[in-house]
């Protein structure tokens, strides 16, 4: 009797599992972990304020318009970021992260970016 117990509970956590995967391949998923899952998760963690040796550098709309750049950070030359990574640098921060996917493939002055992958203060594939 209890092997058969033992068996429908490890059926049933593989249904869970295959269902599971299945959801995060699905552009669905995707959306349900991080605009749903996410927030939920940070609404329950509550809010907590950064240690005072962490600055948030933000990308905003008018800093934007300033620079005359496009709104979308990924499409900006290679250059404005490393110029970027240099100011930081130069800044003295030790960690410097950059929530940007850079998708756009040869992008005309990439070579800036290899530049600073080459001094270690960047890390990830050169575009």
Avoid: Y
């Avoid at 250059?79 to 950059?98: D, G, M, P, R």
């Amino acid at each position: 009797m209890q092997i058969s117990r033992l068996k429908k509970a490890l059926l049933l956590g593989c249904i869970v599992a295959l269902c599971g995967l299945i959801v995060t391949l699905l552009p669905i998923g995707s959306f349900l972990e991080e605009d749903i899952g996410l927030d939920i998760l940070f609404k329950l963690r509550g809010v907590r304020k950064p240690p005072q040796e962490v600055v948030v550098v933000a990308i905003d709309k008018s800093s934007v318009d300033n620079l005359k750049l496009s709104e979308r950070p990924e499409k900006w030359l290679r250059s404005v970021h490393a110029t970027l990574v240099e100011n930081l640098v130069k800044a003295q921060a030790s960690v410097i992260v950059f929530d940007v996917s850079f998708l756009e493939p040869g992008c005309p002055n990439s070579c800036c970016w290899k530049q600073l992958k080459g001094n270690g203060w960047v890390c990830g594939p050169c575009p």
